[in-house]
């Protein structure tokens, strides 16, 4: 088994070193700055415990990879950038190769099946951070994370049998579940208050307005009668696992939406996260003026460049409608 890792950001680059450190073959799709920093002097990566520097095969495009039976695709691009990613790997990957989706939100997996017929979820449980090309952190301390991995839309098979392996032996806590979407339309929720991070900034979301984007996203599942792993089943597999160490002498950043406007991307992963919610709030006839709001605010902060905390919660609260 070879990982072919298409996007080596933070969730990526970090699940590409530990699976490398450990004797996995691994590959990396990377492009621009980070890409070119990876090719020229290799893969750092941080953690409480050890600052590594690996030496890692890194392409630009799938396309360039040269594609070999018992390769498996480990997802790990931002949700607005799953459809060209699908499109380039259809294009040149054998169409059995697995696509394993290693990226919060719930509608990759959906796109993959379009172009792929093995497609498999991993409800990705790993703080990590990329902010600079050539570098990635992880900040949990007890293990790199947990990245469960089943079969879409349900079930497993030997590929996530071996995929779950592999992750367990390169230091994450990895099961294999048949209810994998679960666990996923749950980290969704979770996944909400990402957008009030990038607004507000760390540190700075105010607790009222954490409580409503999440009940929004509640009211939405339980209207589309969608069913999600609840707290106590996530807090009872979590456990202390996520307990978070300073790296270089510096706690973690902010999360996945944080770092796009950080780092000035120009776009951002709200549309699939945030923007799952209003969907859904429409269908179904659900309020989600929170999420809604949210996801305009968002989406208007990338496409200007504007960096977290460039609101106040009392300047978002007075747009809310009445």
């Known amino acids: 088994m070879r990982f ?22 691994v590959v990396l799709v990377a492009r621009g700055a980070h890409g070119t920093a990876i090719r020229e002097r290799g ?9 590594v520097t690996l030496r890692l095969p890194v392409l630009p495009s799938p396309a360039a990879v040269d594609w070999r039976a018992g390769d498996v695709v480990l997802l790990a691009v931002k949700g607005q950038d799953t459809a060209a990613a699908l499109g380039q790997l259809a294009g040149c990957a054998p169409p059995e190769t697995p696509i394993v989706c290693l990226q919060n ?85 979770v996944n909400l208050t990402n957008a009030l991070e990038a607004v507000f ?6 607790g009222e307005l954490r409580r ?22 996530d807090r009872e597999h979590r456990g202390d696992l996520l307990e978070l160490a300073p790296v270089g002498g510096g706690g973690r950043p902010g999360g996945s939406s944080w770092q796009s406007l950080v780092r000035g991307t120009g776009a951002i992963e709200t549309d699939y996260l945030t923007g799952e919610i209003v969907l859904l709030g429409r269908l179904h006839g659900v309020p ?5 709001l949210l996801q305009s605010l968002t989406r208007q902060a990338a ?5 977290p905390g460039w609101l106040t919660p009392a300047e978002f609260t007075a747009l809310l409608p009445e």
């Open 105 to 189: 939100g719930v509608e990759n997996e959906r796109a993959a099946l379009r172009l792929f017929p093995n497609v498999y979820a991993v409800p990705v449980l790993c703080p990590t951070g990329h902010l600079e090309p050539g570098v990635v952190e992880a900040y949990a301390f007890r293990t790199t994370g947990i990245l469960d991995v089943g079969r879409y839309p349900t079930g497993s098979d030997d590929v996530a049998l071996r995929v779950s392996a592999a992750f367990a032996s390169s230091g994450f806590v990895s099961v294999v579940r048949d209810d994998v979407m679960r666990w996923k339309w749950f980290k969704l929720i």
């Open 201 to 206: 900034g760390v540190g700075a979301v105010p």
């Open 303 to 307: 496409e200007q460049r504007l960096q």
């Open 4 to 25: 072919v890792i298409v996007g080596a950001g933070a969730i990526g680059g970090v699940v590409g070193a530990r699976l490398a450190q450990h004797g996995q073959d």
């Open 212 to 233: 409503r984007t999440r009940q929004e996203g509640l009211a939405c599942l339980q209207a589309a009668g969608i069913d999600a792993a609840s707290v106590q089943e």
């Open 43 to 51: 893969l750092t990566l941080r953690t409480a415990a050890e600052t």
């Open 288 to 292: 989600t003026p929170v999420n809604t």
